[in-house]
């Protein structure tokens, strides 16, 4: 441990002689000089713990002496030697230089070597004090940084608890639901099969030219219609059974969804057009009910767009290869905020009476629910909407060969038809 530093400043060098006698036999590095200048360049170069100055010098006072010293070395402790004890001294010394303690010359040594290692005390607490406080200020900013990494882990708990709460609800509306729509659909399809065949029976025997063939063509139109209904009831009943789970390429879906409504969305001016990436992480899922989830968000779009438009449909992986997303993007009238919530409640629909069930998006969701994915959607009225598809992506053995075709699939091979609720 190195030895603490006291330097003397006298400009009678036997005062200076006097003051190193006093300290002859503590165990301290002693500086010392006559002027006032050089103290100033020693305290520039060195560490002094101590500094006791004369007050009366011909180049610089003592007072002078120590208020500079207090710019490079405000941790020394600071004593005065004087003669005169005015009070006007004593006043600018405490105010400008700081003075820790004066001594009247002639001094008492005792008095003063008990007051320096005072002083050396005084300086120690102060170091001590300067690095706790150093420590305490780390520690609180370390503090606050683990304070706001929990508030965000408490936001995002959160949020996720919110989604299974929000997830959980709409899974157990849909079961609720499904149920009741199965049963209801079972009852009334036995009738309705009824009334669709005997018409039919009926339209063979009438001519065409009687007046009740109009009257019959129109029931069985009503009738067919009512069908259409009744199996997309059943559909939405079914959802979460009869699964053909297997590994299986996104893209081959996606591709065959392209074939399906590309030509009807064209006849309406709707232009559709896929970037899907050929490297896609494979997943495990049932190709039917996947291409059901895409032809319902596609056909929807579509019908976002009275007039004329542009579908795009994107797919990607994430980084780490664990998820794939696809996006189904629309620049047609948008979804208001109001109804945003509701889009996904079975029946729910905001077409006109009797152009829609409102069971496409539920049915959609009930889907990808079932593939342990999820569905997000974005709209602004007026720009359009866009529906993000996320599934999980499988690692087991998938490999294809490089001379594989793969033979598209038919409508009959699908068994899926697109609910465009």
């Known amino acids: 441990m190195s030895r603490p530093v006291i330097l003397l ?75 005169n004890a005015d009070l006007k001294s004593a006043e600018d010394a405490i105010n400008k230089g700081e003075v820790w303690r004066f001594f009247l010359k002639p001094w008492n040594d005792e008095d003063l070597r008990t007051t320096v290692r005072q002083a050396l005390q005084q300086g120690d607490l102060r170091r001590e004090n300067r690095r706790l406080l150093a420590i305490t200020r780390q520690q609180n900013q370390a503090l606050r940084r683990r304070g706001e990494i929990l508030e965000q882990q ?12 929000a997830k959980l609800l709409q899974s157990e509306k849909l079961a609720s639901l ?30 065409k030219t009687s007046p009740m063939y109009a009257d019959l063509k129109e029931i069985e139109g009503a009738a067919l219609h009512s069908k259409s209904i009744i199996e997309n009831l059943l559909q939405f009943a079914r959802q979460g059974r009869e699964t053909r789970m297997e590994v299986m390429r996104l893209k081959d879906v996606l591709e065959h969804v392209k074939g399906l409504m590309g030509h009807s969305l064209k006849i309406r001016n709707v232009n559709l057009t896929f970037d899907i990436p050929a490297n896609l992480p494979p997943v495990w899922g049932d190709s039917n009910r996947l291409q059901q989830v895409f032809l319902n968000l596609i056909g929807n779009a579509g019908q976002a767009m009275p007039g004329s438009g542009e579908i795009s449909v994107c797919a990607g992986a994430a980084p780490d290869n664990k998820e794939i997303w696809v996006k189904v993007i629309d620049n047609g009238v948008g979804i208001p905020p109001e109804v945003m919530p509701k889009i996904f409640d079975p029946f729910f629909t905001t077409k006109a009476e009797g152009e829609g069930t409102g069971l496409g998006l ?38 294809e060969t490089e001379n594989e075709e793969q033979t598209p699939k038919t409508d009959a091979d699908t068994k899926s038809t697109a609910l465009v609720e």
């Not at 729509?181 to 009438?206: F, K, R, S, W, Y």
């Not at 629910?369 to 087991?396: M, N, Q, W, Y």
């Open 9 to 83: 400043v006298d400009d009678e060098q036997p005062v200076l002689n006097a003051l190193k006698r006093v300290f002859r036999k503590e165990n301290y590095e002693i500086l010392s000089t006559t002027a006032p200048k050089e103290a100033l360049n020693i305290l520039q170069e060195r560490e002094v713990d101590v500094l006791i100055s004369d007050q009366r010098m011909p180049e610089m006072s003592g007072v002078e002496l120590l208020a500079q010293s207090r710019v490079f070395r405000p941790d020394t402790i600071r004593m005065m030697l004087t003669g």
């Open 154 to 165: 408490v936001d995002e708990q959160s949020r996720q608890l919110e989604d299974a709460q």
């Open 362 to 399: 539920s049915i959609t969701y009930g889907i990808v629910r079932d593939h342990c994915g999820s569905i997000e959607v974005e709209s602004e009225p007026g720009k359009g909407a866009t529906f993000t598809v996320r599934l999980p992506a499988t690692a087991p053995d998938f490999k």
């Open 178 to 207: 499904g149920l009741l729509a199965g049963g209801i659909a079972h009852e009334i399809n036995n009738p309705l099969g009824g009334i669709l065949t005997m018409t039919q029976l009926i339209l063979e025997d009438v001519p």
